[in-house]
């Protein structure tokens, strides 16, 4: 078992930046692909960026490539998600995930990860 908590939403401007966190616990996170995903209001949960567990490849949903950075520090048992240029259709909730499953990327598939965190509000006001 892994307890997943994020942390650093808020209100914020657009074109501001905002750094999420998602600290583990129960497990070294180590041993997770780490992903992010999102649920707008009213909307589908969708994908936003993965990171392999050593950090080596990320891969991002095209709305947030170039805008968002997912990194990871193993030793803090933390990942994080630098957004830049945030646009009002980033509002949403956003949740971190962890998949315990061998892969060569990570998923952008809901299903595919075993841990959640309860989410975190971000709101962009226009």
């Known amino acids: 078992q892994v307890q997943l908590v994020e942390s650093g939403g808020g209100l914020v401007q657009a074109g501001d930046s905002l750094r999420l966190s998602c600290t583990a616990s129960?497990?070294?996170?180590?041993?997770?692909?780490m992903g992010w995903f999102r649920q707008p209001p009213g909307k589908e949960r969708e994908f936003v960026a993965g990171i392999m567990r050593s950090g080596s490849s990320t891969y991002y949903a095209d709305s947030v490539k170039g805008r968002f950075t997912i990194s990871r520090d193993n030793a803090k048992n933390t990942v994080y998600l630098l957004m830049n240029s945030l646009k009002s259709e980033d509002t949403a909730v956003y949740y971190c995930?962890?998949?315990?499953?061998?892969?060569?990327?990570?998923?952008?598939?809901?299903?595919?990860?075993?841990?959640w965190g309860q989410g975190t509000q971000v709101t962009v006001s226009s």
């Open positions: 995930a962890a998949d315990s499953t061998l892969r060569i990327l990570p998923s952008s598939v809901g299903r595919a990860y075993d841990y």
């Open positions: 129960g497990r070294m996170l180590s041993t997770f692909i």
